[in-house]
């Protein structure tokens, strides 16, 4: 396992001066990656930058959108056998259809997906470029790597242990949460993320 600190940018230009000045700081490309993450919701659209099979929140509203269809169908059969005299057996058919279909969309809607407490930039990760080092070969200090991705503009910096194969970071998780050292707090624009050890 190697020590690896990472950067992650909000523009495309701001990973490309991290990677100039790490160059210019002596560190060698084979200790050198960058990729970019996908938006949360955005389902392996990449090779990099995994994502969850639903969006946090939301885990309920399977449940709550098959109920709302069970009670729904269950009314509309009853709405439908009231307008038989006028329908005939068509009416209690598509009184269930209608019924099950807008029972599933409110029953969906009140599964708390809306209300439950949607989780920050430290447990799901912001869409970004990604500029990570091997410290173990960078041959700079993990302090020097830091200050570069902060004058940089990293809006957060994290430190991981992970697998370092032919210049990549092979086993980077994009769903795991980061361990932030450092950055500016990309919801609160200037404001720094406090570092951890």
Known sequence: MSTIIAGGFETYVESQEALRRLAEAG?????????????????????????????????????????????????????????????????????????????????????????????????VRPAEAMVAVNVSGAGIAEDEIIRIFEQSGAWQIERADGLWEDGEWKDFDAVSPPHLIGGRDPQAGAGRVSRQS
């Not at 069970?70 to 509309?76: E, I, P, T």
């Not at 009853?78 to 057996?89: E, F, W």
Request: proline residues 6%; contains cysteine.
């Open 27 to 123: 560190v060698n490309s084979e200790y050198l990656c960058e990729f970019r993450i996908n938006p949360p919701g955005m389902h392996d659209t990449t090779a990099v930058g995994g994502d969850r099979d639903e969006s946090p929140g939301a885990h309920e509203a399977d449940d709550g959108a098959t109920k709302g269809a069970a009670v729904g169908a269950v009314a509309g059969t009853v709405a439908g056998a009231a307008l038989t005299p006028l329908m005939g057996p068509a009416g209690i058919v598509a009184g269930a259809g209608v019924g099950a279909y807008t029972g599933s969309l409110v029953g969906g809607m009140k599964a708390g997906v809306d209300t439950e407490a949607q989780p920050d930039h430290t447990v």
